[in-house]
């Protein structure tokens, strides 16, 4: 606000002006600008410090739980740190989100004080702006697959507010980053859940992008793809719901890695997809029906790799186990296969 100074020269400009012109106006303008003005950098300099000591919280909370705890309980930071998420300041903003992701790393915070503030919906929305820039979708999508997690309350209002979505079109972004986030979310969306959040996956990803994402350059997207597909495909009952639909484009899947140049990690999972079809009740037939399949499998029942040959034995485990119909058969045709 103008000091009285201003008041009094504004009071006495009607009797000065009729006088001598427009000369003092020009002079309380200079005034009102040069007032604009330092508001103005004041404001800037406001910014500039919340997003620094945003930072600072940040780094302090990285890798310690008893200090995020100590961060978390310094009112009213979480309201600020909420409010500052949407914030106009492309500075501030970032410095926010790096603060929550920071924050996010542990798992009582997750459990209590995340649930109390819906920090879910303004990442959601950045996700969801198409103004969005890349480093921001970058930690808001880092910070979301934390949310995700199968002990946070807030994964079903998050599903709810149309995740999936959102995480499945970062799986076609450009940035490896993204598309390697987009696949660890709905990775940890899968795990243990309800059938129909994992038909909604699948759907809504579609088996396309699941070769793509599994023809990616980048090893950890490839990685965290059989690591989804891991997780939908299990519980007796979800594997032979999916497979029903996906079965022989999820069989091309795991073949599509075990014929690859990667590495006998990424081919371990391919392999532990493949068991967890063959613990299924019609999946299995899946595998039985399919003689280069079990040629395969005693392949690598003879690698010199002990990982891979655990994850194959496991498989003809699953085939033939004694108490599932139909095992008899099953193990008369592995015998006959060798």
Not at 18 to 30: Q, V
Not at 273 to 282: C, E, R
Request: net charge neutral; with cysteine; glycine share 4%.
């Amino acid at each position: 606000r103008p000091p009285r100074t201003s008041e009094r020269c504004a009071v006495s400009f009607v009797s000065i002006v009729s006088l001598h012109g427009a000369e003092p106006c020009r002079s309380i303008r200079t005034q009102l600008a040069r007032l604009t003005k330092k508001l103005e950098v004041r404001a800037a300099h406001s910014k500039q410090m919340k997003g620094a000591a945003f930072r600072v919280y940040s780094s302090l909370g990285a890798n310690d739980e008893d200090i995020r705890k100590r961060i978390i309980d310094t009112e009213p930071l979480m309201d600020c740190l909420t409010s500052s998420l949407e914030d106009q300041d492309y500075g501030v903003q970032m410095s926010a989100i790096r603060c929550l992701h920071s924050l996010s790393r542990s798992v009582q915070l997750l459990r209590t004080t995340f649930q109390d503030h819906a920090v879910y919906e303004p990442l959601l929305a950045i996700l969801g702006h198409p103004g969005s820039r890349t480093e921001a979708l970058v930690i808001a999508s880092s910070t979301l697959c934390n949310l995700l997690l199968e002990f946070s309350p807030s994964k079903e209002r998050i599903l709810e507010s149309g995740a999936v979505d959102l995480l499945c079109a970062l799986t076609h972004k450009s940035d490896p980053s993204l598309r390697l986030n987009g696949v660890w979310g709905l990775m940890n969306m899968a795990f243990q859940a309800e059938q129909r959040i994992k038909s909604q996956i699948m759907t809504t990803l579609g088996t396309d992008q699941v070769f793509r994402l599994l023809s990616d350059t980048e090893i950890h997207v490839v990685m965290k793809t059989l690591g989804l597909l891991r997780n939908l495909l299990s519980n007796k009952h979800h594997i032979d719901h999916i497979t029903n639909i996906y079965g022989k484009q999820l069989m091309q899947s795991v073949v599509l890695i075990l014929e690859s140049e990667h590495n006998s990690e990424v081919k371990e999972q391919a392999l532990c997809i493949l068991a967890n079809i063959a613990d299924g009740d019609s999946a299995k037939k899946l595998i039985v029906d399919n003689e280069d399949m079990l040629r395969k499998l005693t392949s690598y029942m003879l690698h010199s790799n002990t990982k891979l040959q655990i994850a194959a034995v496991v498989c003809v485990q699953n085939l033939i186990w004694r108490n599932d119909e139909g095992s008899s058969e099953r193990q008369l045709k592995l015998k006959e296969i060798g």
